[in-house]
């Protein structure tokens, strides 16, 4: 017997729906191939398949364009193919093969196609929400009507990731759709102990439209969502809540013993693929017709899966591909020490104003960088000519650079500032694990052409959460290129060539040189990335410096000239990757080395180069290696207390005596 109430009132619709089912079939017979693949051992890692939660991710995906973009979760298997990704290469992807969807370098959890406008499920709850946020900004910066539909579970709504990304959407008014497939359990928390309000109330209070759905649906999804999409394209965003069903554990192996029987069978009750084919039938559609779709479904799958298997591992000795994408060659033209001088800060904001102008895929955004010019107003001038690209933000350290993250994905080349590096921390993980590791895991295909600027620098009391030197820490993550300018030319050249670098890059500038003056610098001047300078020649010891500190070396090599020692510094300019042969070059003419940085010495940049030293200069060095930075304490706020703390020329010179002295 069939519910008449589900039956479709026109032949089109039919014809719609009949399609619809058979993209649920297919994510059905995809996941629990998976399923069983994985549980006889040939998928490696970890799976989260979505069965029961197949009508929401065709639903869903069914009225978007190709060139809309989505952003899905750890359990989006069924988001990739409803969007339109081919079920081969994704199985491929799962047995770790080369042919796989981004090459064996992601597996379940890290799928993507940018050219379909997948960018990637993610491992890190709510990591996709301020990502789809930046592709939303590409979108309405495009004109041409996308959206971005961003799935998450119902544990996603607790992360504040997902509350600065729908505050900054709301308020830029961005074409998102937010969707939130709530199938009841957060891990292995059930919903209602994890939220003491619902999300139709959260969305409230960030003044986003809420719109109910059964999951289960394919058919109201599909409608639900056709009105959904058509309003954003201009109106902005709205949370759609699809209430499903997990059929399976949070992982698979999870035995699911946190979990009621009762909700677990209720849960297995509502089977989109059951509710589909009643529709069907409602609507007179033979049931061998119906039979013929599933068994199609069936059968595409293992066909996909069988051909996947043949495919090959990854070649070892293409491990460390993707980490980097190949640089444009940059050359650096002499400069005239003669040239009038300009300011640290007028040549960063010399740098941006000029890309900006330049080149329209470059937007800026941060908080205060618009009509405030910037806490240290260095970008003030910069909105009034370019008003639709320098963009405020709440202070959203996650949301910022998850705009740049999404923004470089979606074909843009952001420039995110964070106003003090000590507050990177409160959204690490854009650097860590979103920026830092798209462009590999989705092998190549995802851009993460993007640039945080921030500052540092201590000497004026701002105590120990405003005076970090965290470059080393950033500087241990693969992916992430970091440089520290000491000059203006160098601020602006490594800046312009920053921005247009492929790779994201971290930007760190010493506020205590915002006002420090030196030679200026031709307009088309660039710096290469991973080039040192030798700032001043020597003979007799090398120092290896950067940012204030390397200014603050070329002082005491100046007072230490007139003791009889010779002494050359270089001046990093990029710490990672930093300029090897440059360094080793500089030791092997003057037998001795001592690195200063600002930063404290224990586990920091010195103690990388001192090893590379040792390891590769050992034979070239004639006196051990000194090391000059801070105390390993937090800094302190008192200025005595600080004076102590910071390295003082006297340091150097100590060091430098003491490594001539053998």
């Known amino acids: 017997m069939t519910d008449d109430s589900l039956a479709l009132s026109s032949a089109d619709d039919v014809a719609t729906m ?32 979505s069965l029961g939660q197949e009508a929401s991710a065709v639903g869903a995906c069914s009225p978007l364009r190709l060139t809309d973009m989505i952003t899905s979760n750890h359990r989006g298997h069924g988001h990739c193919l409803a969007k339109g990704m081919a079920p081969q290469p994704m199985f491929a992807e799962l047995f770790g093969h080369a042919d796989g969807t981004v090459a064996g370098r992601g597996g379940s959890m890290h799928i993507a196609d940018p050219g379909l406008g997948i960018l990637g499920a993610n491992g890190i709850v709510a990591a996709g929400v301020p990502i789809a946020v930046g592709a939303s900004v590409a979108a309405r910066l495009r004109g041409a009507g996308d959206v971005v539909v961003s799935f998450f579970g119902d544990g996603a709504v607790a992360q504040g990731l997902f509350h600065e990304a729908i505050n900054l959407a709301a308020l830029w008014k961005l074409p998102v759709v937010f969707f939130c497939e709530n199938n009841g359990y957060a891990e292995f928390t059930p919903a209602e102990n994890g939220h003491p309000a619902t999300l139709e109330q959260r969305a409230a209070g960030y003044g986003v439209p809420y719109v109910r759905v059964d999951g289960t649906d394919v058919w ?18 709205v949370v759609v809540e699809a209430m499903t069903a997990r059929w399976h554990g949070h992982y698979e192996g999870d035995q699911q013993k946190y979990r009621d029987p009762l909700h677990l069978e209720h849960g297995r009750s509502m089977d989109p693929v059951a509710v589909g084919r009643q529709r069907l039938l409602a609507s007179g559609v033979d049931s061998a017709e119906i039979d013929a779709v599933q068994a199609a479904a069936d059968g595409l799958m293992s066909d996909a899966a069988a051909t996947a298997a043949t495919g090959v591992q990854p070649a070892v000795t293409d491990a460390g591909e993707y980490v980097i994408a190949p640089r444009p060659r940059v050359v650096e033209g002499d400069l005239d020490p003669a040239a009038p001088p300009i300011k640290y800060m007028a040549a960063i904001r010399d740098a941006i104003e000029s890309e900006l102008a330049d080149d329209p895929a470059v937007i800026f955004t941060g908080i205060d960088v618009g009509a405030g010019g910037g806490v240290f107003a260095v970008s003030r001038g910069i909105h009034e000519r370019f008003a639709d690209r320098v963009l405020d933000t709440p202070i959203s350290e996650s949301a910022i650079l998850g705009v740049a993250v999404g923004g470089a994905m979606a074909g843009l080349k952001p420039l995110a500032e964070i106003m003090y590096i000590d507050f990177i921390g409160v959204a690490f993980d854009q650097l860590l694990n979103q920026a830092a590791k798209l462009h590999f895991m989705t092998a190549g295909r995802a851009s993460m052409q993007l640039t945080v600027r921030t500052q540092f620098g201590a000497g004026r009391s701002a105590g120990s959460q405003h005076s970090q030197s965290l470059e080393a820490l950033l500087a241990h993550i693969p992916g992430l290129t970091v440089v520290m300018p000491a000059t203006a030319a160098d601020a602006y050249g490594l800046l312009r060539t920053a921005i247009q670098d492929p790779n994201p890059v971290v930007f760190i500038e010493n506020r205590l040189l915002y006002g420090r003056k030196s030679p200026s610098y031709p307009p088309e001047h660039r710096v290469p990335i991973g080039k040192a300078r030798v700032a001043r020649e020597g003979t007799d010891v090398t120092i290896v410096s950067y940012s204030r500190m390397m200014l603050e070396s070329l002082v005491v090599a100046e007072a230490l000239a007139d003791e009889g020692i010779s002494v050359e510094v270089i001046d990093l300019r990029t710490i990672q ?73 006297d340091d150097i010179a100590a060091a430098v005596r003491r490594t001539v002295s053998i």
């Open 18 to 49: 009949l399609d619809l089912f058979r993209r649920v079939c297919e994510v059905r017979a995809f996941e629990s191939l998976v399923s069983t693949l994985y549980r006889d051992g040939d998928i490696p890692g970890f799976v989260h398949v």
């Open 220 to 237: 109201q999804v599909h409608t639900t969502m056709q009105r959904t999409v058509e309003r954003v394209r201009t109106d902005g965003p």
């Open 577 to 649: 990757p930093w300029d090897r042969d440059t360094v080793l070059a500089s030791v092997e003419k003057t037998s001795r080395l001592v690195v200063v940085h600002e930063a404290v010495t224990d586990f920091g940049v010195g103690a990388e180069i001192v090893a590379t030293v040792a390891r590769d200069g050992f034979w070239f060095l004639d006196a051990p290696v000194e090391r000059v930075g801070a105390a390993f304490t937090p800094a302190p706020y008192a200025p005595d207390l600080e004076a102590e703390w910071l390295p003082s020329h």
